[in-house]
């Protein structure tokens, strides 16, 4: 028959192996004892690109950096570098990344310690050699071409031309009087007056002959 005691010791026996097991297989959160200073997380990578690693552990301690396929279900790693007794120093990697596929994945350092195994990740880089990136990158000015250089687009200007006025013939003014209607008035006025001259002779004529009758 199991005591209090008995039980107790029993529970302490089987919580205590499992305890220290969770904490030497359990991943910790990024810490002061490991930081990757480059690339960083969502960056665009291209060519040949640095990865930039700090470590401050106390005693000399091993660690290992890899990349695996962000998306990747199986989280399968693949060895970048081994780096050997590092301490509290900077470690640097050359990452040629036209060896791989154009993708998003993910860089991982991870280190095991006395306190377990800790790892810190940049993740979401994106590879982008043969695809368009999706943020700003940096691109060679181009020149263009003899061929391709347009040539200038010649703006028209406007010129002002004097025009002169012109004379135009105005019509005959039918009001006007010229020298042979003049003339021809006065033949007529001529010809009219010598004709009631001549009527009003023989009206007198007429008159006396008339008085001397009666």
């Known amino acids: 028959m199991f005591t209090f005691w008995s039980m107790s010791a029993l529970l302490i026996s089987i919580i205590i192996p499992m305890y220290a097991l969770h904490a030497q297989e359990s991943t910790t959160t990024p810490d002061a004892a490991m930081l990757i200073m480059t690339p960083e997380p969502g ?18 301690t091993s660690a290992i950096l890899s990349f695996s396929y962000q998306d990747d279900p199986r ?3 693949f060895l970048l570098q081994e780096f050997q007794n590092i301490g509290q120093q ?13 993708g998003n994945y993910t860089i991982r350092l991870s280190a ?23 943020t700003n990158t940096p691109q060679p000015t ?8 347009l040539a200038p687009t010649m703006t028209p200007t406007r010129t002002r031309t004097a025009i002169l006025p012109t004379s ?29 001259i001549g009527i009003f002779g023989v009206y007198q004529l007429l008159r006396n002959r008339h008085r001397s009758k009666g």
């Open 90 to 102: 900077e470690l640097s990697f050359e990452w040629d990344t036209t060896t791989i596929t154009d």
């Open 142 to 149: 181009s020149t263009p071409a003899p061929q391709d250089t």
């Open 43 to 60: 960056q665009a990578l291209q060519g040949t690109v640095l990865i930039v690693v700090e470590t401050n552990f106390d005693v000399p």
């Open 75 to 77: 989280e399968t790693w």
């Open 112 to 134: 095991q310690t006395e306190q377990g195994q800790q790892s810190v990740y940049a993740q979401g880089v994106r590879v982008r050699n043969y695809t368009a990136a999706e």
């Open 168 to 196: 135009t013939p105005l019509p005959p003014n039918p009001a006007q009087i010229t020298e042979n209607d003049i003339w021809n008035s006065l033949i007529i006025g001529g010809l009219v007056a010598l004709g009631l």
